[in-house]
């Protein structure tokens, strides 16, 4: 994740009467620059223009694959049925740590972007309830997997200023964002292996 300190990387474009230059990185550092989270707080909220330029098309993807719900543990001597029941919340993360969870300000501007370049709905947050049964054999444990099936976006905000802005009327922001699929289903697998020693020290003890 990108840290949202100063944003003296970042290309700043100054309109004037003789024309458009660039304000290379190494002049940028010259001189006091907004944070990310500044400019991305006056998307729309003090600018004539903010567009979002994609970079790629949308991509999908599936989550990193984790335990949900406890373990089941078979102490007996024959095969048991174990009902695991779980709750998992998948959020977002974007390269700057903004929130977009809110529906206003730069978090109403991003689903909007989201939604007009690509046709998608953003969704910051997706809860997932269910009971899986696992079958575990005697002197192993048992526990469920889950993996998300999730979206990333990537891209930068062009905003253009009525005055300038900390010196500029263009900035240029990088971004990207990951974030639950809307209306996925996830994959769920249900595993099993021999206890360990420990294992049935604590559990069968």
């Not at 002049?27 to 989270?37: K, L, Y």
């Not at 373990?71 to 998948?90: E, G, I, L, P, Y």
Request: with cysteine; glycine share 8%; proline share 4%.
């Amino acid at each position: 994740m990108r840290s949202p300190a100063r944003i003296s990387v970042f290309l700043a474009a100054l309109t004037t009467a003789a024309g458009v230059f660039l304000a290379v990185p190494g002049a940028a550092q010259a001189e006091e620059q907004p944070t990310i989270r500044e400019l991305l707080d006056k998307c729309d909220n003090g600018t004539d223009s903010c567009v979002f330029h994609p970079e790629g098309d949308l991509e999908e993807f599936t989550g990193e694959s984790h335990q949900v719900g406890d373990s089941a543990f078979n102490c007996t001597q024959d095969n048991q049925s174990s009902s695991v029941t779980w709750s998992d919340t998948t959020g977002e993360s974007n390269s700057v740590g903004v929130s977009l969870s809110v529906d206003y300000g730069f978090a109403e501007v991003f689903k909007v972007s989201i939604q007009t370049t690509y046709q998608h709905t953003w969704e910051s947050s997706h809860t997932e309830s269910e009971m899986t049964t696992v079958n575990v054999r005697p002197g192993e444990v048992g526990w469920v997997t889950r993996e998300a099936q999730m979206q990333r976006v990537r891209g930068t905000y062009e905003l253009h200023f009525p005055d300038r802005f900390y010196g500029h009327y263009y900035w240029y922001v990088p971004f990207e964002a990951t974030g639950p699929l809307p209306d996925a289903s996830s994959t769920k697998t249900q595993h099993t292996r021999a206890m360990t020693e420990q294992e049935k020290s604590e559990h069968c003890g």
